[in-house]
C-alpha cells in the first residue's frame, strides 16, 4: 500500500543530479582549457623573449674592438633569432629595427583544448629585446 504523496518526487533526485554534474563538468571545461591556453600562451612569449635575447647577443665584434662603437650585426642577429626558434620548434616572425637596436619576436603557438565543443585556438606570444650599453674604459 502506498502512502500519500510517496510517489510524486520519485526521480527528482536523478534529475537534479544530472543537472548539477553537467554545471560541474562545464566549470571543469572551462578551468582546464583555460589553463591550457594560458601555458601556451606563456610558452609562446617566453620563448619570443629567448629569440630575441639570443638574436640582441649578436654584437658586431669587429666594429666594437676597433673603437667605432657597439652595434648589432644584423644579419646574425635575425638568424640567431631564427635560429632559436627553430630549435624550440616554433614558427614566427623576426624584426630588428637598426635605428634603436631593438630586435622584436613574435611567436605563435597552437593550443587544442582538451574538451572538443571550444574549438581549436592559436595564441600568439610576442618578445623583444634592446641592445644596451655603457661605452666607457
Known amino acids: 500500500m502506498r502512502r500519500p504523496g510517496e510517489g ?4 527528482s533526485l536523478s534529475l537534479f543530479t544530472a543537472i548539477t554534474m553537467v554545471g560541474i563538468l562545464a566549470i571543469l571545461a572551462l578551468v582546464v582549457d583555460g589553463g591550457g591556453r594560458l601555458q601556451a600562451l606563456a610558452h609562446a612569449e617566453g620563448t619570443a623573449q629567448e ?6 647577443e649578436s654584437i658586431n665584434v669587429g666594429q666594437a674592438v676597433l673603437g667605432q662603437g657597439i652595434t648589432i650585426d644584423n644579419t646574425q642577429a635575425i638568424t640567431a633569432a631564427q635560429s632559436y626558434l627553430h630549435s624550440a620548434g616554433v614558427t614566427g616572425t623576426v624584426t630588428l629595427d637598426p635605428a634603436t637596436n631593438t630586435l622584436k ?13 571550444f574549438g581549436s585556438t592559436d595564441v600568439t606570444g610576442n618578445g623583444s629585446a634592446t641592445l644596451v ?5
Do not use: M, N
Open 105 to 117: 619576436v613574435s611567436v605563435v603557438d597552437h593550443y587544442t583544448p582538451l574538451f572538443s565543443f
Open 51 to 56: 629569440a630575441a635575447r639570443s638574436g640582441a
Open 133 to 137: 650599453y655603457q661605452p666607457g674604459g
Open 8 to 11: 510524486s518526487e520519485r526521480g
